[in-house]
């Protein structure tokens, strides 16, 4: 069978939610995730509590999941995610991070709400990060932030998309995804994007992180899949979504639906179907106590 591969990404689907997950709670999370099989975990972010007040514990969380992984065999890849000169600090010194994220914007007003650069700072950034994760040996992979369009009437085409590759590439990025950071993109839109840049991104590991409702979460998924794509994002439950992107926060596409939608297709997913239900519980467990304002959460 052929094989994709799947990166869960509980830190998208935890940062925006407004009561805080103690740290254990994260940590055993991440470990059933590692259960069920998966091998590549979007885990904790290194950006400013005032901002994102649910990833402070990120170091807490790392040392608790690298406690508890240090005598496994096959560690999964652990991402977390760095924004500015600080984070990736944070991030070098935390133990079991093997892979640094970083969120390279396209439009102009997104990158400035999301870490406060300009192009010149952000680009100047991936440099950085790309010497720093290789002298540490660890790796990175470049998020292309709203790169099927963005709601704040910039200028958007393929040709930015590739244009923006090409330059990751010319850096030394060998590994990118693309983000539809506020979900509005159709089936028809993320394959017809995939398609044209994929070129581009030869030699590049290039997959998508798409945010849907669940509705429309299948068709992109395979628009994806049937344009050359074998690498995705996804959020057990469909939690998450960029807190800064807007007021009405469209969730990852729910790992669930992208497990059965590619098994049709007869893909290997690698994951252990029990275990994958029981983590999906946990995941409904904490959106209950933890996704509701504090007077109406579920205890």
């Not at 402070?56 to 999964?76: C, F, I, K, N």
């Not at 997104?110 to 002298?135: H, W």
């Not at 993109?185 to 398609?195: C, D, Q, R």
């Amino acid at each position: 069978m052929e094989s994709v591969k799947l990166i869960e990404c509980p830190r998208d689907a935890w940062q925006g939610l407004p009561n805080l997950i103690p740290g254990e709670t994260k940590t055993a999370y991440h470990l059933a995730l590692i259960e069920a099989g998966f091998r590549h975990i979007d885990a904790v972010s290194f950006v400013s509590p005032k901002h994102v007040p649910q990833m402070a514990d990120s170091e807490e969380v790392m040392r608790g999941l690298a406690a508890a992984t240090g005598q496994m065999a096959g560690t999964p890849e652990i991402i977390g995610i760095v924004v500015n000169e600080k984070g990736l600090e944070r991030a070098l010194a935390a133990p079991g991070v093997t892979t640094f994220g970083y969120p390279y914007s396209i439009s102009a007003y997104f990158r400035r709400a999301n870490a406060n650069m300009s192009r010149e700072e952000s680009r100047a950034l991936v440099g950085r990060l790309r010497v720093a994760t290789e002298e540490a040996r660890r790796n990175l992979v470049v998020y292309i932030s709203m790169a099927f369009g963005n709601p704040y009437e910039e200028p958007w085409s393929a040709e930015i998309v590739a244009h923006t590759l090409k330059w990751l590439k010319k850096a030394g990025v060998r590994c990118v995804s693309l983000a539809d950071t506020v979900g509005t993109a159709s089936p028809v839109e993320v394959g017809e994007l995939y398609a044209a840049v994929k070129e581009e991104a030869e030699g590049i590991e290039l997959g998508v992180h798409l945010h849907s409702r669940r509705e429309g979460a299948a068709e992109k998924i395979l628009a994806a899949y049937e344009a050359g794509c074998r690498r995705f994002d996804s959020a057990l439950g469909g939690l998450g979504g960029c807190p800064f992107a807007g007021d009405e926060l469209v969730g990852n596409i729910p790992t669930e639906i992208v497990v059965e939608t590619l098994a049709a297709r007869g893909l290997d997913t690698g994951l252990d179907a029990r275990r994958l239900d029981d983590a999906l519980e946990m995941s409904n467990r904490i959106r209950a106590m933890y996704g509701q304002p504090a007077s109406t959460a579920v205890q």
